[in-house]
């Protein structure tokens, strides 16, 4: 299995733009969730899915950042405006279970400028 | 509530020693709790992990210890090595993982 996929690696764009990354999750896991990592704050979860399904969006920080899953094997975050303070690490991770061993993928260093 | 608190902040250990990084949680409905370790650029890996009903975990050179009454756990790594050096969280969860702040590792020869 390749892991947890996460694009891009790597995103600079400008204030105000749209950002989407994506993240596949690891095939036969069922529940994904969505980090954000940054010096001041650690890791903080935004929101996660179980079987496609919203669980918990309670640490989306604003109405900016939107996720969806429209099926088992795609997941993307929206941040729309994009502002410099969203300059973060973002991972997607997935599980077979809710709780338990996560499965991290390498992260989109975002940087809005 | 929610919170998970993690000492120190930053460790520094010669090789060979042992490294000691010490947790607290206050939400008892937590039932597992995991330990991930990060390397700079990659996203955090699961090193260990404990259930409440266990009071010692042991994995090669990692072992956990966990006391459910005092609601405290700890990561300890025997033989450090410069190999370890990178961020370690704990964590705590019963429907999703809540992090630590993470304390950096840097073992030195």
């Known amino acids: 299995d390749a892991g947890v996929i996460q694009s891009p690696r790597h995103e600079v764009t400008e204030m105000g733009q749209e950002v989407t990354l994506r993240c596949k999750p690891i095939?036969?896991?069922?529940?994904l969730f969505w980090y954000r990592q940054t010096m001041m704050r650690g890791l903080e979860l935004l929101i996660y899915?179980?079987?496609?399904?919203?669980?918990?969006d309670s640490g989306m920080p604003e109405d900016r950042f939107s996720a969806k899953m429209p099926n088992a094997s795609f997941s993307t975050l929206k941040i729309q405006p994009s502002e410099p303070r969203d300059s973060a690490v973002y991972f997607c991770?997935?599980?077979?279970?809710?709780?338990?061993?996560?499965?991290f993928g390498s992260g989109t260093r975002l940087t809005v400028v | 509530q929610q919170q998970v608190k993690q000492s120190p902040q930053s460790l520094i250990v010669q090789k060979g020693g042992i490294s000691i990084i010490n947790c607290a949680y206050e939400?008892?409905?937590?039932?597992?709790f995991p330990w991930y370790q990060q390397f700079p650029g990659k996203g955090p890996a699961l090193l260990i992990a404990?259930?409440?009903?266990?009071s010692e975990k042991k994995e090669g050179r990692f072992t956990i210890s966990f006391n459910k009454s005092a609601k405290q756990f700890s990561l300890h790594i025997m033989d450090s090595q410069p190999g370890d050096s990178a961020t370690y969280f704990c964590?705590?969860?019963?429907?999703?993982?809540?992090f630590g702040p993470g304390t950096s590792l840097s073992v030195i020869p």
């Open positions: 991770a997935s599980s077979p279970g809710q709780a338990g061993g996560y499965t």
């Open positions: 095939s036969g896991h069922n529940s």
């Open positions: 899915f179980n079987n496609n399904v919203p669980i918990d």
């Open positions: 939400n008892t409905a937590f039932d597992y």
């Open positions: 404990i259930r409440p009903d266990v």
């Open positions: 964590a705590a969860s019963y429907d999703k993982v809540i």
